[in-house]
């Protein structure tokens, strides 16, 4: 399957007056393509720290992370905007869809700020939001969506751009159990029939026992949960 993303000896200390904090302590980690991780742990254990930097939305104080073969952890800001935008995709435990835009209109914005042409950013948006069965929510707005429809536009978003990789911050995080089964159920669809790797941070065991592999965070250090037999 090959390596889309390996990360070596990741270092984040933060400084907060006369305290450093060390979120991450020596972290190494490899991620194949195709996979779906889980990455879990308590609140404040540095789980979405880790996810921040894995993803370049945030620097390393120390180490090497290499995506598709390429060390991204001290390339430039300018750099790494253009590689979350055109190579990653992004959905979190808030939807962060524009109120005053359809659901077709909150998916195409990504290709309208790369300049793709409105026609083609619409036939796109259209067949992300297909793919995870929003055809007929395609004119409506977020307050006209309950919230599993919401986040399922948020996730369709995330992937409009065709990312090799989607990284994913506690996204049933807000949703009662049956609809974050419809969310776990299209993340799991866009993995199995397109391919897309997916790194989730979440609390929710529903979706790390969908996962190929468990990653928890403890104070900084990570470890791999073996599953049990069934």
């Known amino acids: 399957m090959g390596q889309i993303l390996r990360a070596v000896n990741l270092w984040k200390v933060y400084t907060m007056g006369e305290t450093e ?51 991204i952890a001290n390339i430039s800001d300018f750099e790494r905007t253009k590689l979350r935008g055109e190579r990653m995709g992004f959905i979190f435990q808030q939807y962060q869809l524009l109120p005053v835009l359809t659901a077709v209109e909150n998916v195409e914005l990504p290709l309208l700020l790369q300049n793709v042409s409105s026609d083609e950013a619409r036939r796109r948006a259209l067949e992300s939001l297909s793919m995870l069965g929003l055809s007929n929510r395609s004119e409506h707005k977020p307050s006209e969506l309950s919230g599993g ?27 009662d159990s049956e609809t974050s089964d419809s969310v776990i159920m299209a993340l799991e669809a866009l993995n199995r029939i397109h391919g897309i790797t997916i790194v989730v941070v979440t609390h929710d065991a529903s979706i790390s026992r969908k996962c190929n592999r468990i990653l928890q965070i403890n104070d900084g250090h990570l470890s791999e949960i073996v599953a049990e037999e069934e």
Do not use: M, W
Request: glycine share 10%; proline share 4%.
């Open 149 to 175: 429809q919401q986040q399922r536009v948020a996730i369709a978003r995330a992937i409009v751009h065709n990312p090799s990789i989607l990284f994913a911050d506690e996204p049933t995080g807000n949703l």
């Open 21 to 71: 904090v060390h979120a991450l302590q020596g972290i190494s980690l490899e991620i194949s393509h195709g996979e779906i991780l889980a990455i879990t742990g308590p609140s404040g254990s540095g789980k979405t720290t880790l996810l921040n930097c894995l993803s370049s939305l945030d620097s390393v104080s120390q180490g090497e992370i290499y995506f598709e073969g390429e060390n």
